[in-house]
């Protein structure tokens, strides 16, 4: 029987929690069929690629958040005025971030191993 699959729960008492029983899981190998290795990898790897895209699209219009914050704070009617300017530069900082992803994906994705 394989031991390392299996989980165990290791007991002990630590003077410096006062007398309290910590507890430790130690977890085993991941247990996946061979042949879907590289099947897994992928899915996570496009989940991983959608995360980041929507990290960025939240770092756009937070960006543009602050600028137009910034703007009301200068000027009467900031945000109205400084709107084309702002919203410009949020999305070139955006789309510039953006640009790299496909990039990102296949330099992950040719690093796969589809067959174990």
Known sequence: MNTDSKKTVVYERRPS???IIVLQRTTGKKRRSRGLRGVQKLIRLVTDSHARAAE???DGIS???E???R???KKKDGLLKDLPKN???AARK???AHVKLPRRFLKRFSKIDFLG
């Open 63 to 65: 960006n543009f958040a």
């Open 67 to 69: 600028r137009s914050d």
């Open 56 to 58: 960025i699209y939240t």
């Open 17 to 19: 929690h006062d007398g």
């Open 87 to 89: 919203s410009t530069r």
């Open 94 to 96: 955006t789309f510039k």
């Open 71 to 73: 703007s009301s704070e």
